[in-house]
């Protein structure tokens, strides 16, 4: 006899929402067990850098040191393990993983229209749709504080991402589902930081690349380009190593849409480099290829990079991400954005999984000086919506919505929880830099 399966109706969706504050209050969503760690900071980041290479790992540890915000953006690992000992709502959805305020930024849509998201995937996996709320608040609280802001600011600018993020939700929770799937965010372009990031990227063309990356390989005019050396950040790779990530594309090219293998294939690859990005992934392998079209002025430029397992992974035993965590990244953007880049996919090189996308096609992110006088609140306010968004997207907004209710006790919740850990973030940082001096005088 086949089982019958039960349609769950709206109202049982968002009942489900409110029953899970039983599980876990809004307001309780302030608390911070950091004496619950199994592990120290620096111990959890040694772990999560095992096999990446010790000269790029001194890089990394350089970048961290630079401030509170910097140690953050490469301690995903940190924050997983310590959200992981908090109780949660288990109400899930695909995570960003590491949505912090440079972890949103402009970009190309496939009509070569400029869009602004969520653009950064490294750590997605399924989990509690909080997660991902909670490191946006306390990296609004800590680019709150390197941008001149007092904390009591800073955490109004957190209560007002997440009111914003609440009432979108519940704003999508009583509109047709194919709506929210293709919702825009249209009011964005007129705040500051935002509006800052979209000029960078209508400057960020291919053309502006190639003069940025490549230069000419002799003294003639026409002379063909290669990559512009800038070590270490920018490496030419030669013979068998290049040989190596250019057979990648086979199995990319497989993966990607006919129409994308068609356009592929009228690019011809021209040099590869390796190349230094980000801090937390800092140490992974990450080559690019210089590929031409139609001649010198039609480039392409395509980034492999590495993907290691989502920091999040060892906490979320029943999330079940591909085994190819080329492919968990690849999927958890297309998840979570509503346009992605035309050339997203996976492949892998030596056993090892890797994503590919564009580089530096029309991007361009905020800088934390943009966030300055009223620029904090006012992409806060973005930023909850575009979480919104996304979460809407992959998990389910009557849930959400029937969680968070009407009032603002989340919001401050989420405004003392930013505070708190970004208090904590500072000391961990101060252990890292003990450490480096340390280091240093050895």
Not at 68 to 86: H, N, Q, T
Not at 246 to 263: F, V, W
Not at 375 to 387: Q, R, T
Not at 414 to 425: M, R, V
Request: overall charge positive; proline content about 6%; glycine content about 10%.
């Amino acid at each position: 006899m086949v089982p019958v399966m039960h349609w769950a109706t709206p109202q049982e969706r968002r009942n489900l929402g409110q029953a899970r504050r039983k599980q876990v209050g809004r307001q309780q969503h302030d608390e911070l067990l950091t004496k619950a760690r199994q592990s120290a900071a620096l111990a959890l980041l040694q772990r999560a850098e095992r096999g990446r290479g010790p000269a790029l790992l001194r890089l990394k540890h350089q970048l961290m040191a630079q401030s509170p915000f910097s140690y953050f953006r490469g301690a995903a690992p940190v924050m997983a393990a310590d959200l992981a000992v908090l109780p949660t709502t288990g109400i899930m959805c695909q995570l960003c993983g590491d949505a912090h305020v440079r972890n949103l930024g402009a970009y190309a849509a496939p009509d070569g229209r400029l869009v602004f998201d969520i653009n950064d995937f490294d750590e997605t996996i399924r989990g509690p749709f909080e997660w991902d709320l909670k490191r946006m608040a306390a990296s609004l609280v800590l680019a709150g504080r390197e941008s001149g802001h007092k904390d009591s600011t800073a955490r109004e600018a957190v209560e007002k991402c997440m009111e914003h993020y609440r009432a979108q939700m519940r704003a999508f929770a009583q509109m047709p589902m194919l709506d929210v799937a293709r919702f825009q965010v249209h009011r964005i372009g007129s705040v500051q930081p935002v509006h800052a990031a979209l000029l960078k990227a209508e400057r960020a063309t291919p053309k502006h690349a190639l003069e940025q990356l490549t230069e000419p390989a002799g003294k003639k005019p026409d002379a063909p380009r290669r990559f512009k050396e800038q070590k270490p950040t920018l490496t030419r790779i030669t013979g068998t190593q290049a040989a190596t990530v250019l057979a990648s594309l086979g199995p990319y090219r497989e993966m990607l849409e006919p129409q994308r293998q068609h356009l592929l294939s009228l690019y011809r690859p021209v040099d590869v480099a390796f190349k230094v990005v980000g801090t937390g992934s800092v140490g992974l392998r990450d080559y690019c290829i210089y590929f031409e079209g139609n001649g010198p002025g039609d480039p392409l430029f395509l980034q492999i990079k590495e993907e290691a397992s989502s920091a999040y992974a060892p906490y979320l035993p029943e999330a079940h991400p591909p085994h190819h965590h080329g492919q968990r990244v690849a999927e958890g953007q297309r998840a979570m954005q509503l346009q992605s880049d035309p050339f997203l996919g996976w492949t892998h090189i030596g056993g090892r999984p890797f994503m590919v996308r564009q580089l530096n096609d029309h991007k361009g992110s905020i800088e934390i000086e943009d966030l300055a006088g009223d620029g904090l609140a006012a992409f806060a306010e973005v930023c909850g919506e575009l979480l919104a968004r996304g979460h809407a997207r992959s998990g389910d907004p009557l849930v959400i919505a029937g969680y968070l209710g009407s009032g603002g006790g989340f919001a401050e919740a989420l405004g003392k929880f930013g505070s708190l850990y970004a208090d904590q973030t500072e000391k961990d940082w101060q252990a890292l830099r003990r450490q480096g001096k340390g280091r240093a005088k050895a």
